[in-house]
């Protein structure tokens, strides 16, 4: 664990750099908050397109060659789409260099393989919640510094963020071991690599069904979201790249104290389906409170109160990865990547409009957070799908239990 983790934390420190500036960047080359809003949900789904289409390629090549030359790959792919997108002198270039990024990119989906790899089944839901703690811990240093260097010059944080997927590909190939085992390794069929075939194997895994839905939804608002805040806490509040990593700051340490400390005594206490459940509640409740929000303090407040809607992430992935078997940990993994990148191409094409909508309205308007309501939708939406599915498994199971019940006292009489 401790050598994923690192590389984790590495590869999101990078990611959170450009978070607060790439808006602004893109807003160098267009002339009106609409056009802004538009190019950059256009960067965002081309990324998106990218990587719904390579994620299951790549998931399956890891369970052909094996976890690290996967993320060799990614690390690489991200050296490069940060230099070039940081020298970058038309929008143009930052589409076709989101592209390449998106072709290449599945280190998440890989690193979350490698867990499964090794890590037993009901260990799970607590090492995702420490991977997940990575995850905020670079959201925690991301932002933070990619606002201050973008404070210096919008192109800085690109070239740092380089400079760290660099490193994060030294250390993958001198430090970073192998997790799966050449006996547990799968043959590469292209065939079976498309992206639908994944998603149709993933929603036929045992136990997962309609939970496949839960995780589109919940994805979808998650990528709403990340496409919209910088541009929302923009047009609202009239926050620059600095207010906006210090709020990415917060949502980094709410994630890390969560999945990192909380979790497993909420585990002791819940069930990874009941915690599923609690946390898209908590959710629904945290993007409406967002979206209403008239004071830009607000968002911290309603940040800090989300504590169980951080800890539904690392919950719904114990329970689709306890769902696969140990040889196609990564085909899985690939195909759950691949649905995020769907949600992610669709993310900016509903939330960039939105946006676009509402930018003209004065700062402070109720109106502004018309994303963040229809990501209190989504969320209520997949909250009322995953009851009925828990449900329905729980009945399942009491049905097949009563006959085995039955037939035990029968041979005991």
Not at 89 to 100: D, G, P, Q
Not at 267 to 279: C, D, H, T, V, Y
Not at 371 to 380: D, E, G, M, V
Request: one cysteine or more; charged letters at 10%; aromatic letters at 10%.
């Amino acid at each position: 664990m401790p050598f994923i983790m690192a590389t984790v934390l590495i590869d999101m420190v990078a990611i959170g750099l450009i978070i607060p500036v790439l808006p602004a960047l893109v807003g160098t080359f267009t002339s009106s908050p609409a056009a802004q809003a538009f190019w950059y949900g256009t960067i965002a789904a081309v990324f998106g397109i990218a990587n719904f289409f390579a994620s299951p390629i790549l998931g399956r090549l890891s369970d052909r060659y094996g976890r690290r030359p996967v993320l060799l790959m990614g690390f690489a792919g991200f050296a490069l789409s940060f230099f070039v997108t940081g020298l970058a002198t038309s929008l143009w270039m930052l589409v076709a260099v989101r592209i390449l990024s998106g072709a290449l990119q599945a280190n998440v989906a890989i690193a979350n393989a490698y867990v499964a790899d090794i890590t037993p089944p009901a260990e799970r839901a607590k090492s995702f919640g420490k991977l997940g703690a990575m995850l905020g811990m670079g959201f925690i240093l991301g932002p933070v510094l990619g606002g201050l260097l973008g404070g210096i010059d919008l192109h800085l944080p690109f070239f740092v963020s380089g400079a760290l997927a660099c490193i994060n590909w030294l250390y993958g190939w001198f430090v970073l071991p192998e997790s799966l085992p050449v006996e547990r390794r799968k043959p590469f069929v292209l065939r079976e690599a498309n992206p639908v075939n994944s998603l149709r194997g993933l929603a036929e895994l045992k136990g997962v069904g309609s939970l496949v839905l839960v995780v589109a939804l919940s994805a979808l608002a998650q990528f709403m979201t990340h496409t919209s805040w910088v541009l929302y806490t923009t047009f609202k509040y009239g926050w620059g790249p600095t207010q906006n990593g210090w709020s990415l700051f917060t949502i980094g340490l709410m994630s890390v104290l969560v999945q990192g400390v909380l979790l497993g005594r909420l585990l002791k206490r819940f069930s990874p389906q009941r915690l599923a459940i609690m946390g898209l509640v908590s959710s629904s409740l945290c993007y409406l409170l967002w979206g209403y929000a008239p004071e830009g303090w607000m968002l911290y407040a309603v940040i800090v109160a989300n504590v169980l809607g951080f800890a539904a992430p690392a919950a719904m992935q114990s329970i689709i990865s306890n769902a696969a078997d140990p040889s196609t940990q990564g085909r899985t993994a690939g195909a759950v990547a691949s649905l995020n990148s769907m949600m992610a191409v669709l993310a900016p094409v509903i939330g960039a409009p939105l946006l676009a909508t509402v930018s003209h309205l004065p700062r402070g308007d109720w109106r502004i957070g018309a994303p963040f309501y229809f990501c209190a939708l989504l969320q209520a939406g997949s909250m009322l799908i995953a009851l009925r599915h828990f449900r329905r498994a729980r009945l399942k199971r009491q049905a097949m239990a009563e006959p085995a019940a039955s037939a035990a006292a029968g041979s005991a009489t």
